[in-house]
């Protein structure tokens, strides 16, 4: 038998929650058909003809059913065929959404013998694959849908939090921006200072998706930690940002390790008008680049 998901995009980080805070994007997705096979074997294939690493240990789709298998005391393997709909290095989570799409499907396969959260310890390893280091932010948004709280990933603690309809608008400059040198670069070190300032925000984002408190999460999405460090790699950052908020935004910044930007606004037609914000400004800086809005 197989089965077909439909693997959606998420937005880590959340300004000020980095590694810890990640959302569901309504789209894009990617659609996976996976297959149960009667013999120890890990195939992972890509439908767009788009090139993936022979070896499944070293895929994001593969690395983690390896590590389902070791749990798995029967003859059996899984084929994976990935219809790629989210750009890989955009920012939203492509290689989140192929390894929570290969471990949701192939636990269907079985049966649903594993819990959520067996699924996102078996899907981090396509994230160790994708980026070097184990983290949560997307795949956790990706299996739970809407906001999800990462509190500890050892031991590994999720907290799925409610969260009002919001809009998402994401512009995906065509730079490129690999999720390791985003980490290679920032400082190990952070002031006292900047910390009180973060867990501040932090508090008050959790709190306002709770609260349904659109003005206490436009106050809470600033981040002094990561963004001061990673938006020099963003061409047009701060005018973006700034511009966004005078339009109307809630707020935004960079989604997970870039390049893609988004904002979060209360109502379609403003991120609809965002959109149009963001497009002038990478138009007149000359940089190719996709905008597009959708929910949570
Ligand atoms: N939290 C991660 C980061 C998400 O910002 O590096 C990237 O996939």
């Known amino acids: 038998g197989g089965i077909r998901v439909f693997s959606p ?11 810890v ?8 997705y990617d659609i996976m058909d996976v297959k149960l096979l009667d013999e120890p074997n890990i195939i992972v294939r890509s439908a767009d003809g788009y090139p993936l690493p022979e070896d499944p240990a070293q895929n994001t789709a593969g690395a983690p059913l390896i590590e389902m298998l070791k749990e798995v005391d029967e003859n059996i393997g899984f084929e994976v065929l990935i219809h790629k709909r989210i750009k890989p290095g955009s920012g939203v989570g492509s290689s989140a959404a192929s ?7 192939a636990n269907h396969l079985l049966g649903n013998r594993f819990s959520k959260e067996q699924l996102i310890q078996f899907a981090m390893f396509g994230e160790k694959v994708a980026s070097g280091v184990k983290h949560a932010d997307n795949i956790a948004p990706c299996i739970y849908g809407g906001v999800t709280l990462i509190r500890s990933i050892f031991p590994l603690d999720i907290i799925p939090l409610t969260a009002p309809n919001l ?17 290679a670069i920032l400082k190990q070190k952070v002031l006292l200072k900047d910390a009180i300032k973060q867990w501040g925000n932090v508090g008050g984002l959790v709190a306002g998706f709770l609260k349904e408190d659109y ?10 930690i990561i963004e001061p460090v990673r938006s020099m790699l963003i061409p047009g950052f701060d005018e973006l940002k700034k511009k966004c908020k005078a339009a109307g935004a809630l707020g935004g910044g960079i989604s997970g390790s870039g390049p893609s930007v988004f904002m979060l606004s209360k109502e379609e037609a403003t991120a609809q008008q965002i959109a149009q914000i963001m497009a002038a400004i990478f138009t007149r800086i000359g940089i190719d680049f996709h905008t597009y809005v959708t929910r949570i």
């Open 9 to 19: 995009a998420t937005v880590a980080n959340l300004v000020c929650g980095f590694d």
């Open 21 to 28: 805070l990640g959302l569901c994007l309504h789209e894009p």
């Open 99 to 105: 390894a929570a799409g290969a471990v949701v499907a």
């Open 167 to 183: 809009y998402v608008t994401v512009v995906h400059p065509q730079i490129e921006v690999r999720t390791a040198d985003a980490r």
């Open 215 to 224: 003005d206490l999460i436009g106050r809470s999405l600033e981040d002094f």
